[in-house]
C-alpha cells in the first residue's frame, strides 16, 4: 500500500532554511498530489502547499509565498519542502501527504519535527 | 481564502452515545464539476492525521462505518453513530475548493 517516509528531525537557527523530503512508495508517484501540512506544537493543522508529481505545478498557501519551495525528483519518487528565513514561528512538525487532486490525504508521512532556536 | 469554522471545540462523549461535529465554510464548496470538496480528519493522540470522509459524504478506506459525513454548500456535519474509545483525538474538517485550508479542530474525548 502507499507509504510516505520523511527525513529526520532538524534544528535551525533563526534565519536558516530548512529542506524535508518525503519519499513515496507502494503507487505511481504521478498519479498524486504530494501535500505539505504542518502542526505547531499544541496547535492545529495548517496546509503549506502542494505538488503536482507530473507537472511539476505547485501552488503554495499565501503566507509562504516567497519562502516555501516543493519540488520533486521522479527518479526516486522523492518530494522535497524548502522553508527559508526560519523564525521561532516555525517550530511545528511536518507533513506530507498525498492526495487526489486537493482532496483526500489517505496516505500520511510520519512527520518531521523542525525546530527553529537560537 | 475560505475560512473554516467548526463546533464545537471539544466534546466529551460517553462510550456507545452518539456525537456530531458541524462545519462551516466562508462560501460554498460545490465545484462546477458537481463535487463537493469537503473532507474530514481524526488526528489520534501522538499520530499522524488520518481520513475519514472525503467529498462530503464518501467514506475512506477502512474507515468505521459508524462515521458519515453530510452536509452541501456552506454546512456540513460529521456524526458517529456510537462512539468508541479509539475515536478518542481531535477532528478537522478541510476544505479542497481553493487551495486548501483547515478548520481549527474539534478535541473528542471520553
Known amino acids: 500500500q502507499a507509504q510516505l517516509v520523511q527525513s529526520g528531525a532538524e534544528v535551525k537557527r533563526p534565519g536558516a532554511s530548512v529542506r524535508v523530503s518525503c519519499k513515496a512508495s507502494?503507487?505511481?508517484?504521478?498519479?498524486?498530489?504530494i501535500h505539505w501540512v504542518r502542526q505547531a506544537p499544541g496547535q492545529g493543522l495548517e496546509w503549506v502547499g502542494w505538488?503536482?508529481?507530473?507537472?511539476?505545478?505547485?501552488n503554495y498557501a499565501q503566507k509562504f509565498h516567497g519562502r516555501v519551495t516543493v519540488t520533486r525528483d521522479t527518479s526516486i519518487n522523492t518530494v522535497y519542502m524548502d522553508l527559508t528565513s526560519l523564525t521561532s514561528d516555525d517550530t511545528a512538525i511536518y507533513h506530507c501527504?498525498?492526495?487526489?487532486?486537493?482532496?483526500?490525504?489517505?496516505?500520511w508521512g510520519q512527520g518531521t519535527l523542525v525546530t527553529v532556536s537560537s | 481564502d475560505i475560512v473554516m469554522t467548526q463546533s464545537p471545540l471539544s466534546l466529551t462523549v460517553t462510550p456507545g452515545e452518539p456525537a456530531s461535529i458541524s462545519c462551516r465554510a466562508s462560501q460554498s464548496l460545490l465545484h462546477r464539476n458537481g463535487y463537493t470538496y469537503l473532507d474530514w480528519y481524526l488526528q489520534k493522540p501522538g499520530q499522524s492525521p488520518q481520513l475519514l470522509i472525503y467529498l462530503g459524504s464518501d467514506r475512506a478506506s477502512g474507515a468505521p462505518d459508524r462515521f458519515r459525513g453530510s452536509g452541501s454548500g456552506t454546512d456540513f456535519t460529521l456524526q458517529i453513530s456510537r462512539v468508541e474509545a479509539e475515536d478518542v483525538g481531535v477532528y478537522y474538517c478541510m476544505q479542497g475548493l481553493q487551495s486548501n485550508t483547515f478548520g481549527q479542530g474539534t478535541k473528542l474525548e471520553i
Open positions: 507502494g503507487y505511481t508517484f504521478t498519479s498524486y498530489y
Open positions: 505538488i503536482n508529481p507530473k507537472s511539476g505545478g505547485v
Open positions: 501527504a498525498r492526495g487526489t487532486g486537493t482532496t483526500e490525504f489517505d496516505a
